[in-house]
Every structure is written in C-alpha cells, then in structure tokens.
C-alpha cells in the first residue's frame, strides 16, 4: 500500500512541475497591456518566485536534468489545446 502512496505522491509532483513550468513560461510570454492582464502577470511573477526554489529542486532530479521531460510534456499539452481550441465569442 505504501508503494502506491508513493507512486500516487510522485505522480502529483510531477503535474505541479508540468503545470508550474507552463504557468512561468506562458506568463512570461504574455504581451497584453490590458489592467487585468498586468495584474494577472505580476501575480503569476509573485508565484513564480515563491515556486522557484521547487523548480530549481526538481531541475536537479536525474530524470528532469538530463532529459527534455517537461519540455516534452508541455508540447503534448500545447498540442491538445490547439487541436482542441475554439474561439470563445459571447
């Protein structure tokens, strides 16, 4: 049973680092000049330097460091978003 906390445990930090490493790269990339867009980065900013230090820690790992995995895993969701996308109009 416990193998399986784990595994459930390890599965869990691997999507916080998926999702952590989209949010930094997209709110970097992020252009809009609108209030709530800049109040949307700067609070993305603020998460992302309270997040850096698990980022880096996971940077460390073997499996992280030496490979392309999260890269890989933010293509793959990039992909189903735009394979997916349809234009919100209201």
């Known amino acids: 049973m416990k193998l399986q906390t784990n595994k459930k445990h ?4 691997h999507k916080i680092a998926t999702l952590t490493y989209l949010l930094i790269t997209e709110l970097n990339d992020i252009k809009a000049n609108s209030f709530l867009a800049k109040e949307i980065i700067n609070k993305g900013k603020d998460l ?3 997040l ?3 980022m ?3 940077f460390e790992s073997k499996q992280i460091s030496k490979g392309t995995y999260l890269n890989e ?3 793959k969701i990039d ?3 735009r394979k ?3 234009m ?3």
């Open 73 to 75: 895993l933010a293509y």
């Open 56 to 58: 880096d820690a996971i």
């Open 10 to 13: 390890n599965l869990s930090s």
């Open 52 to 54: 850096e230090p698990m």
């Open 79 to 81: 992909t189903v978003i």
């Open 88 to 90: 919100i109009t209201e």
């Open 84 to 86: 997916n996308y349809t």
């Open 48 to 50: 992302e330097n309270s």
